[in-house]
């Protein structure tokens, strides 16, 4: 019955990925207004606080809050540091980071509304038969700090500063400001009040912006590219802090003798981790991983890539699975028989 | 694009240091009808409670329940936490309103005052929210029977909402706990606005709150973030019935925001948008040359 409705590990993904599209952007509409106080802070996903009918709240929203209006102000004011102030702070954290460390980064590749959507522009796009941009190496390692950056900064640095009173109130949620899934769930709700920017002051006029131009630039390279937001998401950064110490893990074997590193894993991952082609072990795990499972699905050699759980696999490698799954989608996410065009080098005389 | 992103996130950096140093706002007061320790101007007979904060941040903060227009020595605070203790409270009126502390569970709280006189009952009701983490799901506090008339909001903005200018509210009229269908429901705004509602035949009414805000040229720099909802007003909805010889009048107040759209521009954010979508265009090109190679090498993984 399950083999029949869900054929292969990506069918099942992308069946979770709609469900928890659902929940996530009209779940306060489907199970109560109220939902969204319960769930909150315990998907680690771009479920945004500013979607009405959501049944979520990112947890990023709640760690600018409490950086600016808690610790930011105890910092400030100095002789509040205490439990009382950093307590809440840790909770919310805590929680996140225990829904974390029993799916580790899944919560990116199957739950995250602005995935899925990201995932489903893409296939938009292989219907208009665009082509596909592939980071090489010396692209992504450039592309890699800036998600630490856009963590740093817009979700820890600014808020932080504001509720210190260093930098304005207006930057006590930056990220949210710029962040696409802002604009995207809310417009999914057919709620248009988020792409409009804010004109008080120009430092909101300024996020706006940003934000604007970026959901903009999302939404167009999306049909070119897999996942461009993930790969400067700091959700992607602040998941990668505790990576390893979950039981749900990605792991390549390290068999010499089994894996000939064709570079059909590199291929098939939306993320363009080449070290999953290259490396064995842990470096194999790559931060940027959002176990999507696509690089044990696409690899042709029996158990050299595994997804487990304390240890067990919940999905392995096989040729012949492989055989089967090529059939029908390449690699790259096109169809079979569809041609992704690959874009030419750069022509020599 | 690496480029373009890396720049995009330096030049937010500095956008800090133009900061002056505003007071900070409270997600608490969007939800519920707080107001400022000033002195309140009459917009309307009828009763209200109003929530004041005082204290100069959260660890020190204060919530006094003001009454206006309904005379009361006592006054009843419900928490959403009703398996608790303390989910009923009765607050004693002293100098300045009721002290409501906040409990360790926070969460949404419908405070309650009652004047009783001979043959009228005069009931004032709002909610406040200590939102300093999610809540339980307030229903069933709001359901509870607590005075014979009641109105009571379905739903009340949750955090990160509050009510807004050209939204429509479902509110649900009853009566000894039995909805009441054809009852006239006025709502008169702090902006001077009044209205006249009828609930339907389960006893409900969508109130949609006028947009009566007068216009702002501009927002004052540097005033918080605010989530769009810095300005504010009041409203109160009251109904009243005759039943059994007495006259019961009931009345909820809270405080609602501008329009949506508000302080927002729909023309910048589809200008930036377009923008953004243009800056990303070229990556949709597709070139001649490009068309042959992928089925040979898909072909050729088929063969590994």
Redesign the interface.
């Known amino acids: 019955m399950l083999k029949t409705l869900f054929p292969t590990l990506g069918r099942f993904r992308f069946t979770v990925q709609i469900i928890m599209l659902f929940v996530t952007v009209y779940g306060?509409a489907l199970l109560?207004?109220?939902?969204?106080?319960?769930i909150?802070?315990a998907l680690p996903s771009l479920s945004c606080?500013?979607d009405?009918m959501t049944g979520d709240?990112c947890i990023l929203?709640v760690n600018q809050?409490q950086l600016?209006?808690?610790v930011g102000?105890?910092l400030a004011?100095a002789k509040?540091i205490t439990l009382?102030?950093f307590i809440?702070t840790l909770m919310?954290v805590g929680i996140f980071f225990m829904f974390f460390f029993f799916l580790n980064k899944a919560f990116c590749g199957w739950v995250c509304p602005l995935g899925t959507v990201q995932e489903l522009l893409r296939k938009i796009?292989l219907f208009f038969?665009?082509?596909l941009?592939q980071f090489d190496p010396g692209?992504v390692g450039?592309?890699r700090p800036?998600k630490w950056?856009?963590l740093l900064?817009?979700v820890l640095?600014?808020p932080l500063?504001?509720?210190m009173?260093?930098?304005?109130?207006?930057?006590?949620?930056?990220f949210c400001q710029?962040c696409p899934s802002r604009?995207v769930t809310t417009l999914l709700t057919a709620d248009?009040?988020q792409?409009?920017?804010?004109?008080?002051?120009?430092?909101n006029?300024?996020?706006?912006?940003?934000g604007?131009?970026?959901?903009?630039?999302?939404?167009?390279?999306a049909?070119?590219?897999r996942q461009?937001f993930c790969r400067?998401c700091p959700l992607l950064s602040w998941n990668a802090l505790f990576q390893k110490l979950s039981p749900m893990k990605l792991v390549k074997v390290d068999a010499h003798e089994k894996c000939?590193k064709?570079g059909?894993c590199e291929?098939a991952c939306p993320m363009d981790i080449h070290e999953i082609g290259t490396e064995f072990g842990r470096k194999a795990f790559h931060e940027d991983c959002t176990l999507c499972g696509r690089c044990a699905e696409y690899c042709?050699d029996d158990g050299v890539i595994q997804i487990k759980f304390f240890g067990i696999p919940l999905f392995k490698s096989s040729r012949d699975y492989?055989?089967a799954r090529?059939?029908h989608e390449?690699?790259?996410g096109?169809p079979?028989k569809r041609?992704?065009?690959?874009?030419?080098k750069p022509a020599s005389n | 694009m690496l480029r373009k992103a890396i720049c995009l996130v330096c030049l937010a950096l500095p956008a800090s240091l133009w900061a002056v140093m505003p007071p900070a706002h409270d997600h608490a007061a969007m939800t519920s009808g707080q107001v400022s320790m000033q002195q309140p101007r009459e917009w309307t007979a009828y009763p209200l409670l109003k929530p004041r904060m005082s204290g100069s941040n959260r660890t020190n903060q204060v919530i006094t329940v003001v009454p206006q227009n309904i005379v009361t020595a006592l006054f009843d605070a419900y928490s959403n936490n009703l398996q608790e203790a303390d989910a009923h409270r009765q607050l004693p009126m002293e100098m300045a309103g009721a002290r409501l502390d906040k409990p360790a569970t926070e969460g949404f709280h419908l405070l309650t005052a009652r004047e009783e006189q001979a043959d009228k009952v005069r009931v004032a009701s709002t909610v406040h929210f200590f939102g300093e983490r999610g809540a339980k799901n307030p229903t069933a506090m709001f359901m509870l029977q607590k005075n014979e008339l009641e109105i009571i909001p379905q739903p009340y903005p949750r955090e990160h909402s509050r009510y807004r200018a050209n939204g429509a509210w479902q509110f649900l009229v009853r009566f000894n706990g039995q909805p009441l269908a054809n009852q006239k429901v006025v709502l008169e705004t702090s902006n001077d606005s009044r209205q006249e509602f009828l609930t339907d035949a389960e006893g409900k009414v969508a109130v949609r709150i006028p947009d009566d805000f007068r216009p702002v040229a501009e927002q004052a720099q540097g005033a918080g973030h605010d989530h769009g909802m810095r300005r504010g007003a009041d409203l109160v909805l009251a109904v009243e019935r005759a039943e059994a010889g007495k006259t019961y009048l009931t009345a909820f107040n809270s405080s609602y925001g501008p329009d949506a759209f508000d302080g927002r521009s729909l023309g910048w954010g589809l200008g930036f948008t377009l923008l953004g979508m243009l800056g990303a265009a070229p990556l949709l090109r597709r070139k001649q040359k490009a068309e042959a190679a992928p089925v040979a090498a898909d072909d050729k993984k088929e063969e590994v």
């Open positions: 306060g109560g207004s109220y939902t969204v106080d319960r909150s802070q606080a500013y009405k709240h929203i809050h600016h209006h808690r102000e105890a004011n509040d009382k102030v809440p919310s796009g038969n665009r082509p941009h692209n450039r592309v800036v950056m856009m900064v817009l640095g600014l500063l504001a509720g009173g260093v930098a304005s109130n207006e930057l006590g949620d930056p710029v604009i248009t009040e792409i409009a920017v804010r004109t008080g002051t120009n430092i006029f300024f996020l706006g912006a940003l604007n131009a970026m959901f903009g630039f999302m939404i167009i390279a049909l070119a590219v461009p400067i000939a064709c059909v291929n042709p492989y055989k090529v059939k390449s690699p790259e096109a079979k041609v992704i065009p690959i874009l030419p």
